[in-house]
């Protein structure tokens, strides 16, 4: 497929992630769209959706897995959990690649999926085959991939955050300590506008002492990059803003290392690597440098009084936290380059 025009679709147009990863895709030097399914009784053109992509001339339609499938070569399916297991099965018989928005494919178990999304999972036989979707760590395994999990948009910025430290075995394993904030478009659009209409500009916790779904993703990824299990403190917030993600991670160092040494292994970590980020000594990651781009921006600093690090990441939600990520896996199975359509 390397260089020519992959034919894509996307089931589950009518969402944010559906939205984003049109806008990019539409632009996108290799690609044609094939397909947009939605669960719409009649056809809608796509203009009726979403005004500000009307020239494209293409309409969202009700459309079976099998029909999908006859004209696409990648199908991105931006639904939400539980239900992208029901059909995954389908488009692997009819032997198409697959970008799995959802988290129904992220969890290595399908106990652990259970526990914590309260659905049997019906395709846990695709657990094993399905390939973690995070570039920077598993780019080798995604370039043969039939079937990608897209990472969750918190645990985006806590892996990016944490992977170079926990490699090099720097930090105490018990002590890691994330406190997130993201934009209210993570909740999906019902909830954006159930926010702006009861709440807004309000600025809260929620799902608070383990109870995130993220925290099973967070540790499994992380526990796998440090070669041991981590539990970790996971608090998410909401915030007054459409979209953006920030990340503060705070790790206890087994030994003292300078802010500057920090940041040129974090520097050496994420040197070839297009979207991740690691600002100059002395700088922070804010949100509005990120916004609408794929990339996650990372800084740090030492608290010389407590020997604790703080490490900063930041993403657009939306784009590195979804679209965007999803684009540069498909960029990666395919062959072209990894920034086509990001940059």
């Known amino acids: 497929?390397?260089?020519?025009?992959?034919?894509?679709?996307?089931?589950?147009?009518?969402?944010?992630?559906?939205?984003?990863?049109?806008k990019v895709l539409a632009r996108h030097?290799?690609?044609?769209i094939a397909a947009l399914a939605s669960r719409s009784e009649t056809p809608v053109p796509l203009g009726d959706l979403y005004p500000h992509?009307?020239?494209?001339?293409?309409?969202?339609?009700?459309?079976?897995?099998?029909?999908?499938?006859?004209?696409?070569?990648?199908?991105f399916l931006a639904l939400p959990h539980r239900v992208s297991f029901e059909i995954v099965p389908e488009f692997m018989k009819l032997g198409k690649k697959v970008i799995d928005l959802s988290a129904d494919f992220r969890l290595d178990s399908a106990d652990e999926y259970e526990k914590w999304?309260?659905?049997?999972?019906?395709?846990?036989?695709?657990?094993?085959e399905a390939v973690y979707g995070l570039p920077e760590l598993y780019r080798k395994e995604i370039r043969g991939a039939r079937l990608i999990a897209n990472p969750g948009c918190y645990p985006t910025t806590v892996i990016l955050g944490t992977a170079p430290v926990l490699k090099n075995k720097l930090v105490d394993l018990s002590s890691i300590i994330i406190d997130s904030k993201s934009g209210i478009s993570g909740a999906g659009r019902k909830s954006v506008a159930e926010y702006y209409k009861n709440e807004h500009p309000n600025f809260r916790a929620y799902n608070i002492a383990?109870?995130?779904?993220?925290?099973?993703?967070i540790?499994?990824?992380?526990?796998k990059v440090a070669g041991e299990p981590i539990t970790v403190t996971f608090t998410p917030h909401i915030i007054p803003t459409e979209r953006g993600m920030f990340s503060t991670i705070y790790m206890n160092l087994k030994k003292h290392v300078s802010s500057e040494?920090?940041?040129?292994?974090?520097?050496?970590?994420?040197?070839?690597?297009?979207f991740?980020?690691?600002?100059?000594?002395?700088k922070l990651p804010q949100i509005k440098s990120v916004m609408n781009n794929n990339f996650c921006d990372i800084g740090l600093k030492v608290d010389e009084r407590t020997n604790r690090l703080i490490v900063v990441s930041a993403i657009d939600n939306l784009v590195k936290g979804a679209s965007g990520q999803a684009i540069q896996n498909m960029n990666i199975m395919c062959g072209f380059d990894e920034r086509d359509g990001l940059i």
């Open 53 to 75: 992509l009307a020239h494209l001339g293409l309409s969202s339609e009700n459309l079976t897995p099998g029909q999908v499938a006859a004209s696409s070569d990648i199908i």
């Open 117 to 128: 999304y309260g659905s049997k999972h019906t395709a846990d036989v695709y657990l094993k």
């Open 210 to 217: 383990g109870a995130h779904r993220h925290t099973p993703e």
């Open 276 to 282: 991740a980020q690691v600002l100059p000594q002395g």
């Open 261 to 274: 040494e920090l940041t040129a292994l974090y520097k050496e970590f994420y040197k070839d690597e297009p």
């Open 29 to 32: 030097p290799h690609v044609k």
């Open 1 to 22: 497929m390397n260089k020519e025009k992959v034919a894509v679709s996307i089931v589950g147009i009518t969402g944010y992630t559906g939205e984003e990863l049109l």
């Open 219 to 223: 540790e499994q990824e992380i526990s």
